[in-house]
């Protein structure tokens, strides 16, 4: 059964840095491209960040270019995220997502339970 | 704003046909994906690749794609079909994912 279990969110304050982990188990996790995602309360998902499974090919949305880092560990089975300078529009559920191939289709098949990230004073 | 439109609300009566509408410039070069969330519990992939269903979803779903809108059939809807859905495809250029602001499907 594929598992991702996020971990590492909390309350933090504006400015300051906060590193997400992922654990997973179920599949292979090094044939998979991995994907961090959020959601902020009442708002539909919005992509953050992705990593390849191949080269470890790095991207990110806009919003947090330059601030984030996402990382993964294939021997541990493991994907991070690295936030610095954290804003208050960085709250949210931070939902990492595994990315599938289909045929010739990709697909966001698999996501953990989230972990809830609150930057606040 | 979300690159993906969709309507905020759609209703259906129990038993009946409710689709859910998602538009989008990146859907006439990709196919959607459509996601299901019910409160406090994370997006589970209910359509893919136009028309495909992971495995346990019920065929009572189904999706469709008409030049830059693609849709999400649920014919004969359940109480527990109640949920918000999003739809979700990847960037005009292919580079990056793309959400809807979602629609509260209410089962009447």
């Known amino acids: 059964e594929v598992q991702l279990v996020e971990s590492g969110g909390g309350l933090v304050q504006p400015g300051g840095s906060l590193r997400l982990s992922c654990a997973a188990s179920?599949?292979?996790?090094?044939?998979?491209?991995m994907n961090w995602v959020r959601q902020a309360p009442g708002k539909g998902p919005e992509w953050v960040s992705s990593?390849?499974?191949?080269?470890?090919?790095?991207q990110y949305s806009d919003s947090v270019k330059g601030r984030v880092t996402i990382s993964r560990d294939n021997a541990k089975s493991s994907l991070y995220l690295q936030m610095n300078s954290l804003r208050p529009e960085d709250t949210g559920v931070y939902y990492c997502?595994?990315?599938?191939?289909?045929?010739?289709?990709?697909?966001?098949?698999?996501w953990g339970q989230g972990a809830l990230v609150t930057v606040s004073s | 704003s979300s690159e993906l439109t969709q309507d905020p609300a759609v209703s259906v009566a129990l038993g009946q046909t409710g689709t859910i509408t998602c538009q989008g410039d990146?859907?006439?070069?990709?196919?959607a994906s459509w996601f299901q969330q019910k409160p406090g519990q994370a997006p589970l992939l209910v359509i893919f690749g136009q028309n495909n269903r992971p495995s346990g979803i019920p065929d009572r779903f189904s999706g469709s794609t008409s030049g830059n809108t693609a849709s999400l059939t649920i014919t004969g809807a359940q109480a527990g079909d109640e949920a918000e859905y999003y739809c979700?495809?990847?960037?005009?250029?292919?580079?990056?994912?793309?959400f809807g602001g979602g629609t509260k499907l209410t089962v009447l």
């Open positions: 990593i390849s499974s191949a080269n470890g090919y790095t």
């Open positions: 179920g599949f292979t996790f090094s044939s998979f491209g």
């Open positions: 979700n495809s990847r960037d005009r250029n292919g580079n990056y994912w793309v």
């Open positions: 997502a595994r990315e599938a191939w289909f045929g010739a289709l990709l697909k966001l098949d698999y």
């Open positions: 990146s859907l006439s070069s990709n196919y």
